[in-house]
């Protein structure tokens, strides 16, 4: 990002978010996950650390759902 | 305890948003699709996997019920991966939820009776008397060929939804008990080992994709071959 730190918030705003740019950014994501992780020789690395996300996720959702335990 | 058995069942919101159509999303990311010949691991496996079961399935079938065999490997891949995410700690498993089923269930199989009745109509009729009835038995016959017709989605979806809800409550009462029993010896070692068993056999929930697209398959191919 070739943006200065003191302009950060007027760039920020200057940005479009439309549902493309949206969906761009988690495919852009989700491509550099998968290439770096997945696509390679031990991809059963890849495949856990989602899943490992995945369970703590939803070990953590009881606490999100408005003090609810 | 009563609450918070049945309490994994209730479907996830997160501050008041439901995330369960999220959580149904989930497993087509552990499926990545590729244009490659040559692929790495998971994606070769994954396609080995479906062109092992397809062969299996399809093989029974004539052109047009061959037609059936994207849907049917999506259903399986769908409710086979479902099913086994349902097996990690914490995690919700949209088939124990009867609605999802019987919304899977009830359009496969009016697929299936309706692609019978258009194309071999006579013989689509014909499935509501067995030969060789004695006449005099032919109106409950009927009656009941017609009710066994129509119970055919009822119990495809209830039988998927027992058994893996029945399955995750067997889970979380004998992990339950296991707890309680840790203070008094002898017995944990026992049931531990039944918490095992019971794990392995529930990932013969597999089985139950096998159940589930295999009837329906049965069901299809009856329809279109007799």
Known sequence: ??????????????????????????????????NKYV????????????????????YILPFLQGTQT | MNENLFASFAT??????PIVILIIMFPSILFPSSNRLINNRLISIQQWLVQL????????HN??????????????????????LGLLPHSFTPTTQLSMNLGMAIPLWAGTVFMGFRHKTKAA?????????PIFLIPMLVIIETISLFIQPMALAV??????????????LIGGATLALMDISPSTALITFIILILLTILEFAVAMIQAYVFTLLVSLYLHDNT
């Open chain 2, 63 to 84: 052109n047009k019920g061959q037609t059936w065999t994207l849907m049917l490997m999506s259903l399986i891949l769908f409710i086979g991966s479902t099913n086994l």
């Open chain 2, 159 to 172: 039988r998927l939804t027992a058994n893996i809800t029945a399955g995750h409550l067997l889970i979380h």
């Open chain 2, 125 to 133: 009729l014909a499935h509501f008397l067995p030969q060789g009835t």
């Open chain 2, 12 to 17: 996830p919101t997160m501050m008041g948003l």
């Open chain 1, 1 to 34: 990002m070739n943006v200065k730190i003191e302009e950060l918030p007027r760039s920020i705003l200057m940005w479009d978010f439309i549902p493309k740019g949206i969906t761009g950014v988690f495919q852009r994501g989700s491509y550099r996950y998968y």
């Open chain 1, 39 to 58: 696509n390679k020789k031990g991809s059963l690395t890849g495949v856990s650390m989602v899943l490992a996300v995945y369970v703590l996720f939803n």
């Open chain 2, 53 to 60: 079961t397809s062969k299996q399935m399809m093989a029974i």
